[in-house]
């Protein structure tokens, strides 16, 4: 599909109760690499291509100013491999930063509900 100019984008995220949000988008990466896609294209498929699909490329898809971002920082480069962006060292998101001990207090609390 990419050869023949089909853009791919990544929609695992979407709400359904069947998948657990951030964990399917994971899985969805590894997917289109395995597919295909180069790690960049896969990343690009949940970000700067989801974003001009829903006609939000002006304030989505891209880390600038006068855009809405939130950001994951990782100790390894997923350009190398797309499972590097399972390696979270913290997000920040909603003008809050959140580490490794914040994000697992948070996935802990949800496995309890």
Same mark, same amino acid.
């Given at each position: 599909?990419?050869?023949?100019? =089909?853009? =791919?984008?990544?929609?695992?995220?979407?709400?359904n109760n069947c998948l657990v949000a951030g964990?399917?988008?994971?899985?969805?990466? $590894?997917?289109?690499?395995?597919?295909?896609?180069?790690?960049?294209? &896969?990343?690009?498929? $949940?970000?700067?291509? &989801?974003?001009?699909?829903?006609?939000?490329?002006?304030?989505?898809?891209?880390?600038?100013?006068?855009?809405? $971002?939130?950001? =994951?920082?990782?100790?390894?480069?997923?350009?190398?491999?797309? $499972?590097?962006?399972?390696?979270?060292?913290? =997000?920040?998101?909603?003008?809050?930063?959140?580490?490794?001990?914040?994000?697992?207090?948070?996935?802990?609390?949800?496995?309890?509900?």
């Open positions: 599909m990419r050869r023949a100019g =089909v853009q =791919v984008l990544a929609g695992s995220d979407s709400p964990f399917s988008l994971h899985w969805e990466l $590894a997917l289109l690499q395995r597919a295909g896609l180069t790690p960049l294209e &896969a990343l690009q498929s $949940a970000t700067i291509t &989801a974003a001009a699909a829903m006609d939000r490329s002006a304030d989505l898809g891209r880390i600038a100013p006068g855009y809405r $971002a939130d950001i =994951v920082i990782l100790d390894a480069n997923p350009l190398d491999d797309i $499972a590097n962006a399972r390696r979270i060292v913290g =997000v920040m998101a909603q003008g809050r930063w959140r580490d490794a001990d914040a994000l697992a207090a948070l996935r802990d609390g949800a496995r309890q509900d």
